[in-house]
T-cell receptor, first 111, second 115 residues
Framework: GESVGLHLPTLSVQEGDNSIINCAYS??????FIWYKQESGKGPQFIIDIRSNMDKRQGQRVTVLLNKTVKHLSLQIAATQPGDSAVYFC??????????FGTGTRLTIIP | EAGVAQSPRYKIIEKRQSVAFWCNPISGHATLYWYQQILGQGPKLLIQFQNNGVVDDSQLPKDRFSAERLKGVDSTLKIQPAKLEDSAVYLC?????????????FGSGTQLSVL
């Protein structure tokens, strides 16, 4: 999940469809993962988190899936709405050490 | 509940000048964080306070950056002298004592442009 460059991966989804945002994290020992949503001009906003003893967690319209075998995290957003357009970041940590954020994915909802 | 407050929202300075950012965390949150977010990247931790003590400043460029949280509430981050590469959004975040480095609450940030 380390930042690797200046160009954000992008994902465009039709309004009402489901979207899946993926994240490859870097530390196999990480035991806590979190997704944030960042709208233009605002700070990151908490969406959902998951610990390494789980492989799935659901919230309101969102689901996070964790695959520790391949160090992969995904965020599923159901029935996307225009307000879901934002940059989405995954972050990880181990043992309450500092959160390490990924590069982010820009999600655009097409009306 | 009031969120994390930051000021100013924008700042434009010339290189070699100094600048300061202010943050007031959510009431009762013991832990305060300063993050730097360069355009197109995720936030990177600069410094973390627990009450008025520093927990982690390993990524703070201490030759030019300094931060304090004297009374364990609000905090100031200073850059002196600024360089072009300091252009970024500086985000302040806070969390309660029982969620250290987990669910952080972020402010809207200060966008710094160094010319």
């Amino acid at each position: 999940g380390e930042s690797v460059g200046l160009h954000l991966p992008t994902l465009s989804v039709q309004e009402g469809d489901n979207s899946i945002i993926n994240c490859a994290y870097s530390n196999s020992a990480s035991d806590y993962f979190i997704w944030y949503k960042q709208e233009s001009g605002k700070g990151p906003q908490f969406i959902i988190d998951i610990r390494s003893n789980m492989d799935k967690r659901q919230g309101q319209r969102v689901t996070v899936l964790l695959n520790k075998t391949v160090k992969h995290l995904s965020l599923q957003i159901a029935a996307t709405q225009p307000g879901d357009s934002a940059v989405y970041f995954c972050a990880e940590n181990f043992g309450n050490e500092k959160l390490t954020f990924g590069t982010g994915t820009r999600l655009t909802i097409i009306p | 509940e009031a969120g994390v407050a930051q000021s100013p929202r924008y700042k434009i300075i010339e290189k070699r000048q100094s600048v300061a950012f202010w943050c007031n965390p959510i009431s009762g949150h013991a832990t305060l964080y300063w993050y730097q977010q360069i355009l197109g990247q995720g936030p990177k931790l600069l410094i973390q306070f627990q009450n008025n003590g520093v927990v982690d400043d390993s990524q703070l460029p201490k030759d030019r950056f300094s931060a304090e949280r004297l009374k364990g509430v609000d905090s100031t981050l200073k850059i002196q002298p600024a360089k072009l590469e300091d252009s970024a959004v500086y985000l302040c975040a806070s969390s309660p004592i029982d969620s250290l480095n987990e669910k952080l609450f972020f402010g809207s940030g200060t966008q710094l442009s160094v010319l």
